[in-house]
């Protein structure tokens, strides 16, 4: 019985297409497909006869759910390498794909998180479709928001990025082009077309513009002010405050979020955004590789997965179980320098 590639490449006319194709499991990003399509990225940033490159997923339901997290979980906790392997190279597929030579289309359809987030936002072209929902849901599995989240996140309208980041909040497509993570709207089934456009030599731009509509009101619009005022402080503890003083609906259900997430991946997930503001790309994912190798041997993630994917009670046990008992050293040491260990590009 053949097994099934677990990502596709063809060539399309001018365009270089990629297809996650792992439908079943929401196409979540193994080790193999990292190391599968760096290379294939290159051979085509090096082919005169592609233009451009795509990247879309099979299936409806989701782009990428993210790193295929009970495998990570099951390497980390027997001491396996191939845990810190796999974030290594795929930070690296993650700056490449920032600074691709080639315009790099990402059709955006589906749940969007996690890995899946790494292999798309960072494109020079982000398209979303009716069906998205993205998250960066980490904090809540004991990690922290990776995959360039220390540059994206920061940089996204007002204190919208450290609001994603604390709470992992769920967007529809209105939202996440107010939020820049997306560039424009196109219905999922004129995805299809747009590749056709591509493929018979269409002008990016305008094969975009042709297709696109208007993705409508913004939610996260009309809660801007809120959002800024709540998550503008220089502390989770200020952002607390700041919700609980708030008082109505949204910032008590906000607080409550915030609270039930891994304390020491909140603190960490609030240094990483404010201090991703002032860093180049590739200083993000270096901060980002130090983080990884903190938790990768710290309890919170193996218990976050436990919780919410595995025995799935909902109800992980954190170490510290409390913000107030996450020392400022804590933080500090996550942060420290891996000497020789360093990411390098």
Known sequence: MSVEAEILFEKR???????LNRPKVLNALTYNMVKLLQPQLEAWAADDTIK?????????KAFCAGGDIRVLHDQGKSGSPEVINFYRDEYRLNRYIKQYPKPYVA????????????????????????????????????????????????RCPGEVGMYLGLTGARLKAADAVFAGIGDAFIPADRHEALIDRFAQGEAIDAAIDAEAQDAGEAPLAS??????RCFGGDSVADVLSSLDADGGEWAVKTAQVIRAKSPLSTRVAFRQIRTGAGLEFEDCMALEFRLTNRFMSAPDFYEGVRAVVIDKDQAPKWEPSTLESVTDEMVERCFGSLGENELTF
């Open 52 to 60: 451009l490159v795509v990247i879309r997923a099979a299936g409806e």
């Open 107 to 154: 059709l955006m359809s589906g749940i969007n998180m996690g890995g899946g987030v790494g292999v798309s936002v960072h494109g020079s072209h982000r398209i979303v479709s009716e069906r998205l929902l993205f998250a960066m849901p980490e904090t809540g599995i004991g990690l922290f928001p990776d995959v360039g989240g220390t540059y994206f996140l920061p």
């Open 223 to 228: 809660r801007l002010e809120t959002i800024n």
């Open 13 to 19: 006319g001018g365009v270089g297409l990629v297809t």
